[in-house]
């Protein structure tokens, strides 16, 4: 298995093909909700529904290595995560 991406500049810098949002609603209710997305790095034409790129947080966790839900956990029990297909 390998990784192929571009590199830029004298010090050959990596380009990302990808990158990821994480974004932590807080309701008035106090619900919290949480939504993750995965977009490429390239031009995404403007009629494409953000609902696309929308992926389980815990795929940008094994990807990253960052823990988002254990950290929002510690302050709040109820957490709503929206996923593609569901809400």
């Known amino acids: 298995m390998y990784v192929k991406y571009q590199v830029i500049g004298k010090n050959n810098v990596a380009v990302p093909t990808h990158f990821f ?37 815990e795929s940008i966790e094994r990807a990253s290595g960052l823990l988002f839900v254990p950290n929002i956990m510690k302050r709040t029990s109820s957490l709503r995560a929206i996923t593609a297909g569901g809400k």
């Not at 008035?28 to 997305?37: F, I, K, N």
């Not at 390239?42 to 696309?52: G, I, K, M, S, W």
């Open 21 to 57: 949002k994480v974004v932590i609603l807080e309701k008035r209710s106090g619900e919290v909700e949480l939504r993750s997305y995965v977009m490429p790095n390239a031009p995404v034409d403007e009629n494409t529904p953000l609902e696309r790129f929308l992926v389980p947080v």
